[in-house]
Each structure stands twice: as structure tokens, then as C-alpha cells.
């Protein structure tokens, strides 16, 4: 028995953030996004979209949100804002998780206990009903907009928090292609493989049913196909809007199943040696696929689909062939991790994530 849910409202297409005004019904917003918006004219955009609805901006969020500044955010937030009924979220990843912390409103008020709720303390938290979040992403990749769970750091603790309640669903995503059209090219790269890791991650998981399996063979294939022609005409708003969709479809996917072991390896990764999460999280695909190959007929029928292999040996060739195309090394050492290789992917294994992973229980150590 399986079952696919995911309460989000998509509104997609070129032209689709025209429908905020709409979706917003009336409600008072507060847009939360990225400090470079308003340099390329996305705040001025929203400004004149929404008129008297647009109660204010808060702009600095900062790549991989931290405790160190999302504090002073949190509660600057429900100090000026408490009566608006609706987030915004204008951004990447980083941009879309802040604001789903920021919708989780504690009985003080206070930071501090949403933090130890994080840490898994006893902390009491509120929020179902108080704001909705509508998640609009300027990048193809994160699969935020369509997720409950935001990804807290606190890189002085050397840790990361995942933040998942019933209310961080959003209530809406508008997927525009034409607001990811000044992506610089790094940037469309490690948001592509990002996509691409929710996809084979969905895949390779014990959570994987039916429809998140077909979602995300149909979002490998599609993100193979384009991203190496993106990376080449990254103005070309063709291929814009089929990374948009891919990267929509991965979303959808793990929505259902969670992510698996290159994601349980990437925070450690991120943390420890700065490592762009979208790099992080893919640099590994072709071992741990090495890994979840044997573990169930379906899974394997699928990997060699995506990869149009004869066998386990050509599909690992297939995907490390593709990831050196685009100049992303599949080398642990290159990475300045050599040498606790062995011992990074044995933790993975045992965090939440990695227990996704179709071959969890049997996996050895991946070999550098």
C-alpha cells in the first residue's frame, strides 16, 4: 500500500507571477528575499504587482540560513509583522526556508525556542492559521516551493536542523521561468544537480512510490538533456522553462519520500569545507548509485532507463561521464575529504536521511 500527497497549489508557466495579485486575495504580504533582488528589479516587480497588499520587504537572507542572523530576523519579523497573513518567498532555497522558519511563531515570540525545538528539546510552537507562505523560486533546483522542510545551519555548533510542521507546507508555488533568466551560470549549475540529486535520491528510496518514482525518472531524464545546453545559452528561455519543470517534478518527487544518502553526505560536506549544497549533494551520485544497484528489480529497471544502459557498470559510467561534462569532479579528495571518506559515509548512513537509502542496512563503505 503507498500513498502521494502534497497540499501545494502550483501556478507554472511564463508569465505566472502575474497571478500573485490573485492568490493573494485580498491578504496583506510580507515579501521575503535576497539581497540582490532589488538590483535586478524583482523587488520593484513585486512593488508595483501588488500595490497596498505589499505590507514590506525583508531582503538579507543569506545563502544556507543560519541561527546567527536568522534570530535577529525571526523577531523583528512578529515584532513589525504579526498581523500579516502572508509570506512571500522571492528566491532560492535559502530565500523559500527562511521564510517557512518565520512562519513558525513561538509563544514568546523569541528565537531561542524555536531553536531548541530544533535541537529537540521540548519547545512548545504554534503557527497553523497564523501566515501562509506562497514560494515563488528564481532558481530550478531547491524544490522548496513544493516541500515542508527547511534546512537550518548553525555553522558555530558545527550543525543542521531540519524544520518540518504542518503549516510549512506552502500554500501556493508560481513556478516563472522568466524570473530564473539572470541565474548567473554557477548558480543554474549547482541548482541543476541539485534537482537531479532530489531525483535519483527519490528513486533509490524506500519511500519511493509509483507516482514520485515516474516524477522523478521523467525529471533525470529531462535534467540530463538540459542542463549541459542551459549551462551553454543560459539566456535561452526554452530551456529556462524545461529546467524549471524538471526541477519542479524532482520536488515533487522527494515532497513524498524524503532524500537518501548523497543528501545525508552533503551537510557534513557544506559545513565542514563550504562546499555549495548543490555541488555537495551530487559529486557522490555515481558511488552511492554504485551502492543501490542489486536492491530491488524496479529500481534498477529505472536507473538503466535514465541512463539508456545495458548495465549497472555503463549507467555509473553514463552518470560520471555527465557530471565531468560540466567540470564537477566525482573525486572525494578534491573535495579536501580523502581521508575520512570511509567514516563520513558510515555516518551518513545512520542520520534520517541515509536511512532512505534502498541499500541503508547492507551498504558498505563507498571506495574513493
Request: glycine share 6%.
Amino acid at each position: 500500500m503507498w500513498t502521494f500527497h502534497n497540499p501545494v497549489a502550483i501556478h507554472a508557466g511564463n508569465g505566472s507571477l502575474a497571478q500573485l495579485p490573485a492568490l493573494l486575495n485580498g491578504r496583506r504580504a510580507l515579501l521575503i528575499t535576497f539581497p540582490e533582488a532589488a538590483a535586478l528589479g524583482l523587488e520593484q516587480q513585486l512593488r508595483a504587482l501588488l500595490g497596498t497588499q505589499l505590507a514590506g520587504i525583508e531582503n538579507a537572507v543569506l545563502p544556507n540560513p543560519d541561527v546567527s542572523w536568522l534570530a535577529a530576523m525571526y523577531e523583528r519579523i512578529w515584532q513589525r509583522y504579526a498581523d500579516v497573513d502572508c509570506i512571500i518567498a522571492c528566491g532560492g532555497g535559502s530565500v523559500i526556508d527562511c521564510a517557512k522558519v518565520m512562519l513558525t511563531r513561538t509563544p514568546s515570540g523569541q528565537f531561542t525556542e524555536l531553536l531548541a525545538h530544533l535541537q529537540g528539546h521540548n519547545a512548545s510552537l504554534s503557527g497553523s492559521g497564523a501566515k501562509t507562505l506562497i514560494a515563488i523560486p528564481t532558481t530550478a533546483g531547491t524544490g522548496s516551493e513544493v516541500t515542508p522542510w527547511a534546512t537550518v545551519w548553525d555553522a558555530d555548533a558545527g550543525s543542521k536542523y531540519s524544520l518540518h510542521r504542518d503549516w510549512t507546507w506552502p500554500q501556493a508555488a508560481i513556478i516563472d521561468a522568466h524570473l530564473m533568466r539572470s541565474l548567473p551560470v554557477a548558480s543554474t549549475l549547482a541548482s541543476g544537480l541539485d534537482a537531479l540529486s532530489h531525483a535519483l535520491e527519490s528513486i533509490w528510496n524506500v519511500n519511493r512510490n509509483p507516482v514520485s518514482a515516474t516524477l522523478a525518472a521523467a525529471a533525470a531524464r529531462s535534467i540530463i538533456d538540459t542542463l549541459p545546453a542551459l549551462l551553454q545559452q543560459p539566456h535561452n528561455p526554452a530551456l529556462r522553462e524545461q529546467m524549471a519543470i524538471a526541477a519542479l517534478q524532482a520536488g515533487l518527487a522527494f515532497s513524498n519520500t524524503k532524500t537518501a544518502l548523497a543528501h545525508s553526505l552533503s551537510y557534513d560536506i557544506t559545513l565542514q569545507h563550504g562546499i555549495a549544497h548543490g555541488i555537495a549533494c551530487s559529486f557522490s551520485l555515481p558511488q552511492v548509485m554504485t551502492l543501490a544497484f542489486g536492491h530491488d528489480a524496479q529500481v534498477d529497471q529505472l536507473l538503466l532507463a535514465i541512463f539508456h544502459a545495458d548495465d549497472q557498470d555503463q549507467a555509473v559510467a553514463r552518470l560520471s561521464a555527465f557530471l565531468q561534462q560540466l567540470d564537477v569532479s566525482t573525486n572525494p579528495a578534491d573535495y579536501g575529504i580523502a581521508d575520512s571518506w570511509d567514516d563520513l559515509v558510515q555516518r551518513a548512513l545512520q542520520g534520517p536521511r541515509g536511512r532512505n537509502f534502498i541499500a541503508a542496512a547492507a551498504a558498505p563503505a563507498v571506495p574513493v
